[in-house]
């Protein structure tokens, strides 16, 4: 099967992770506008227990507007979802590859779309080593 994310495991705990997170978008220039708490969420919607999660939606301004303008419709997709969970494995940090969103576009490889994925693919990159 096909990656969809771009993934790091660490050894590290969770809520020092979340935080190192946004930092580590912060410097790539990303801001966070929103966060979902699933835990939390879960377990007051449907009351379950799930180990710690959130979703962070990263926003680069200059890069969605660029994927705006290169293509509407991808803004159904954006912000770009980072996702921090923690598992037996150790804390997961996973973006969604911006690559898949050209993918979802069924845009050509030369279409403007793709440069903007591409510098998103190696800003969360970045952020992800960062870590």
């Given at each position: 099967m096909a990656s969809?994310?771009?993934?790091?495991?660490?050894?590290?705990?969770?809520?020092?992770?979340?935080?190192?997170?946004?930092?580590?978008?912060?410097?790539?220039?990303?801001?966070?506008?929103t966060e979902i708490d699933m835990q939390a969420t879960l377990k007051a919607k449907i009351d379950v227990d799930i180990a710690p999660q959130v979703i962070l939606g990263a926003c680069r301004p200059p890069l969605a507007h660029a994927a705006i303008q290169a293509e509407p419709s991808i803004a159904a997709v954006l912000p770009c979802n980072v996702v921090v969970r923690e598992t037996e494995a150790g804390t997961v940090v996973e973006a969604f590859d911006p690559q898949a969103m050209v993918g979802l576009a069924g845009v050509d490889a030369d279409a403007?779309?793709?440069?903007?994925?591409?510098?998103?693919?190696?800003r969360l990159q970045a952020a992800l080593a960062a870590l």
């Open positions: 969809f994310t771009l993934i790091r495991t660490l050894d590290r705990p969770w809520a020092e992770t979340v935080e190192a997170t946004r930092a580590a978008l912060a410097e790539q220039g990303f801001g966070v506008l403007p779309l793709c440069g903007v994925a591409e510098d998103a693919r190696t």
